[in-house]
């Protein structure tokens, strides 16, 4: 099988299917239930080098996909089939809830759990039976609640619930000011935002997971050694030229990025061209904080578990002066890289550079149709 086969039958760089949804969708399905099936598979992936390797995955067996991204809305019922199709017990596990919460699935049973969607923010779904062995070894995906209303008090939507009066500030700006012009940020065009799910993978621990061994968490901690580096399942190449990975617009058309880290590795992810700005950051309970101080990075830190939503603004890059804006011997698309700042990790099969955590993000010109 060649590398694009993988990736169409195996790779989460696969977009998970999403609608775009008016406001009053969103309130209808906030009284209503999400009814979702995932299974816990193990499959084969071909990593960037050629190399295939053994892991963990959640599929959704109507697309497909493997760790498909899960779009819900605040205050919905919750409903999800899980069917263990792996030779181990498995948990399903969701950050910001207690780690037994639900039950878990003997190999080859099922089992069906209930829970109201969290407050409005970025989570990671991922698999705890094994302590962070199955997490690591590929169960987790990103989850995503959506705010029924989220509107400041201008009126302006927001990404969050009850905003708070600095996320206000920043979102009433964009579209409205020489520095963010162009539009607002539009919570209902899924292209306006993109889940950036961070990740290593550790063949040998993989290995020894095919064979049916054992493998703890103290284990884990002491031995373990990255080979791989992923961002959605993806890395170099692939990672640079997959949708899933890579924002794409015009100036002045704002992108939220929801960055987790699914890991056991810290990672810096560092943006060329703009600043982000920190929106909402991870608690020690795994809760979101919305952020009461909005700061501009070029680098944000991302520790195991944790998860940062920053707005990539789509402003004039910062290099570039004021007279020679828009550029003329630099034709658009302008290209910048994105990349983690821990070098380890732009690394791949010990040592192949560029070839691990990096994508990059496009202008396609100053404004959409101009």
């Not at 169409?8 to 309130?27: H, I, N, R």
């Not at 263990?84 to 759990?113: E, H, W």
Request: charged share 20%.
């Amino acid at each position: 099988m060649h590398r694009r086969e993988f990736i169409a039958y195996g790779s989460a760089a696969a977009l998970a299917s999403t609608l775009v949804k008016t406001l009053a969708d969103q309130e209808a399905e906030a009284q209503t239930a999400y009814n979702l099936e995932l299974h816990f598979e193990e499959i084969y992936e071909e990593m960037i080098d050629g190399e295939v390797v053994f892991a963990y995955a959640f599929r959704d067996p109507v697309t497909r996909l493997i760790r498909p991204q899960l779009y819900v809305t605040q205050g919905a019922a919750i409903k999800i089939k899980l069917v263990n199709k792996t030779s181990r017990p498995c948990r399903f596990a969701l950050t910001g809830m207690a780690d037994d919460r639900f039950p878990a699935v003997q190999p080859g049973q099922q089992y069906t759990i209930g829970f109201t969607a969290p407050l409005a923010g970025s989570y990671l779904y991922h698999e705890n039976a094994l302590g962070a062995v199955g997490r690591v070894a590929g169960f987790h995906g990103a989850f995503v609640s959506q705010p029924i209303n989220g509107r400041t008090a201008a009126g302006t939507r927001t990404p969050y619930s009850a905003p708070t009066a600095a996320q206000s500030a920043l979102f009433d700006t964009l579209g409205t000011d020489p520095y963010f012009p162009g539009e607002k940020w539009l919570a209902d065009n899924f292209a306006r935002q993109k889940c950036w799910v961070f990740s290593e993978v550790f063949p040998d621990m993989n290995r020894a997971l095919e064979r049916r061994q054992t493998v703890t968490l103290n284990e884990l901690l002491y031995t373990f050694k990255a080979r791989y580096f992923t961002l959605n399942s993806l890395s170099g190449f692939d990672a640079s030229h997959d949708e899933s990975c890579s924002p794409i617009g015009y100036q002045g058309e704002p992108m939220l990025l929801r960055t987790m880290n699914a890991g056991m590795c810290t990672h810096g992810p560092h943006v060329h061209g703009n600043h982000v700005y920190g929106l909402s950051e991870t608690a020690p309970d795994g809760k979101i904080v919305k952020c009461e101080n909005i700061l501009e990075f070029d680098t944000w830190m991302l520790r195991p578990m944790w998860r940062k939503d920053v707005l990539l603004p789509f402003v004039k890059p910062h290099e570039i002066p004021d007279e020679a804006w828009p550029p003329r011997e630099e034709k658009f698309p302008l290209l910048y890289p994105m990349h983690c700042h821990i070098e380890m990790s732009q690394t791949a099969g010990g040592g192949n550079y560029p070839q691990g955590m990096v994508t990059h993000w496009e202008m396609l010109g100053t404004r959409r149709g101009a």
